[in-house]
């Protein structure tokens, strides 16, 4: 039978669709203006000789930017810069577990009058800029003066200071304070997760004996898949773009640590400091890297479709 659709229903629904577009399009507008614009527009540059935004002189040299890069002296530059980020990416997505998850897991089972008030104190450091959150850092662990090494030496924990630019803890330490900063983010995400789960399955899986880790794996982790490959995604393009966090820990500095593959192609392209190489050869860095990135998160995607 043919649906009746009253004029009413119809302007009502015409209504609905102006408003969602109203709420869509500053976010679309500013994505697409920071994002997908900027990206158009270096997909032509790198098949060039372009040194910077205001040469003039460019010619056309196919693919030689990609040949450039994986030869002296940028690979000894590049390649560094790669592994000290990927070592980054794989420390910082077991944060989003360690912190997240379990962050999420105990929001999720608190009930009690402290779990909003909880929810906004684990929120607040994804609100302050990732800049400030690296110049805290170095402020707390300063050899002389900072709090937390202070701390640590009158509690007798440790005997000297802890070196926060030293190669092992910055490897370490830089990942733990990304994903303290992100907790609330993840938590977030996890959380809407857990809320999505039907509370009747939750309740037959306690009727049946299962303990809590097999409700965590029977019950939970499968039906929080989204989730899950939604946080996955997040983490691992956003490990390879971190930028200001690395900035604030002095990476455009002395800091040769947290010098990640982004400062390395902010550094070439963009920064003028006289490193080797040219604005079109830190374009193709960010593309070999990113091309595979984003096929990555393409089939990610998929997967969670699938499943």
């Not at 976010?27 to 000789?49: H, N």
């Not at 300063?142 to 202070?150: C, E, M, P, V």
């Not at 990476?251 to 640590?257: E, G, H, R, T």
Request: proline fraction near 5%; charged fraction near 15%; include cysteine.
């Amino acid at each position: 039978m043919k649906k009746n659709i009253t004029p009413g229903y119809a302007k009502r629904k015409r209504k609905e669709f102006v408003w969602d577009i109203a709420f869509l399009a500053p976010q679309f507008i500013i994505y697409f203006t920071l994002t997908i614009l900027p990206f158009l527009i270096a997909i032509p540059i790198v098949f060039t000789d372009q040194i910077g935004f205001i040469d003039t002189d460019i010619d056309f040299i196919g693919i030689q930017n990609f040949v450039n890069i994986f030869k002296s002296p940028l690979i000894d530059m590049f390649l560094p810069a790669v592994k000290k980020t990927a070592i980054f990416m794989i420390i910082n997505y077991s944060t989003v577990f360690i912190f997240g998850m379990t962050l999420a897991l105990l929001m999720y089972e608190m009930k009690s009058k402290w779990q909003k008030p909880f929810f906004t104190v684990i929120y607040v450091p994804y609100m302050i800029s990732g800049l400030g959150i690296g110049l805290i850092m170095l402020l707390l662990f300063a050899k002389d003066t900072g709090s937390i090494n202070l701390l640590l030496l009158k509690m007798g924990i440790i005997d000297h200071a802890i070196n926060i630019k030293d190669p092992v803890v910055s490897a370490w330490m830089f990942p733990l304070m990304v994903g303290w900063r992100y907790a609330g983010f993840n938590m977030a995400i996890f959380l809407g997760g857990l809320l999505s789960i039907p509370p009747e399955t939750i309740e037959a899986s306690r009727v049946d004996g299962a303990n809590y880790l097999q409700r965590l794996w029977h019950i939970y982790f499968p039906q929080m898949f989204s989730s899950i490959m939604i946080a996955t995604v997040i983490c691992l393009i956003g490990s390879w773009g971190l930028f200001d966090e690395a900035v604030g820990m002095g990476a455009l500095a002395a800091n040769k640590n947290v010098r990640f593959l982004s400062i390395l192609i902010f550094k070439i392209g963009f920064a003028g400091t006289g490193q080797s190489g040219t604005l079109s050869e830190a374009l193709t860095m960010a593309m070999a890297i990113n091309v595979p990135l984003l096929g990555i998160g393409i089939l990610l995607s998929k997967l969670q479709k699938k499943q």
